[in-house]
């Protein structure tokens, strides 16, 4: 009598165990509090940087990848897509200090005016931001004075980011089609 009691105590405490470890594990959403996963204040960020859109020469960071039959008749470039790794730097010059990449496509997505389409990650390198990336996706007029992208997410320190971007161009150049854009970033984000 003893050892089955004995039994079926050790029989309820792995059922209970069972159920308790399947409930837990199959958890598919919970709520949770911002400071169980570390989160504090959210902050603002403005970033100021330069984006390097080199085209030209034996090494461009700014390839095509893809046309339509229709893009080389286009005004406006309508169908290109275009891949890059272009470098991100402190100053205007490319040799001042290197920031990160803008790393993704943009596709000319207008066939009325020069409008990309703008699908990149920011990654940076520099300092306490080393690794930290920051996700656009917004409509670039690069003949217009200003152009604002939004900024949709992030990851590291930029965890839960959201804001824009304001891109301006620095210089571009005719002959070869490289161009170097003035960014400021503002981003919320903890
Ligand atoms: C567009 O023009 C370029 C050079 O002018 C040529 O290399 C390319 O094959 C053309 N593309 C199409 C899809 O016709
Ligand atoms: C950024 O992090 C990478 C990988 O951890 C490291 O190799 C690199 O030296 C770091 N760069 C800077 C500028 O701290």
Redesign the pocket.
């Known amino acids: 009598m003893a050892v089955c009691i004995a039994k079926l105590v050790v029989f309820s405490l792995l059922f209970m165990s069972t159920v308790f470890v399947s409930a837990n594990s199959h958890t598919f959403a919970r709520s949770l509090l911002p400071r169980e996963i570390g989160l504090k204040e959210e902050k603002l960020s403005h970033l100021h940087f330069y984006f390097h859109d080199i085209v030209s020469g034996p090494n461009p960071t700014a390839v095509r990848v893809a046309?339509?039959?229709m893009?080389?008749t286009s005004a406006t470039g309508f169908g290109a897509v275009v891949m890059i790794d272009d470098l991100l730097t402190e100053g205007p010059d490319m040799s001042s200090k290197e920031v990160g990449r803008a790393q993704g496509i943009y596709a000319l997505a207008s066939q009325n005016d020069v409008g990309l389409l703008m699908v990149q990650n920011y990654v940076f390198t520099e300092g306490k931001y080393n690794g930290s990336t920051l996700s656009v996706l917004g409509r670039n007029a690069v003949l217009s004075g200003v152009r604002e992208l939004a900024i949709v997410g992030g990851s590291g320190l930029f965890r839960f980011a959201r804001g824009y971007a304001r891109a301006k161009t620095h210089t571009f150049d005719l002959k070869t089609g490289d161009a170097c854009v003035e960014y400021d970033v503002y981003v919320f984000h903890y």
Do not use: G, I, R, V
């Open positions: 046309e339509a039959k893009t080389n």
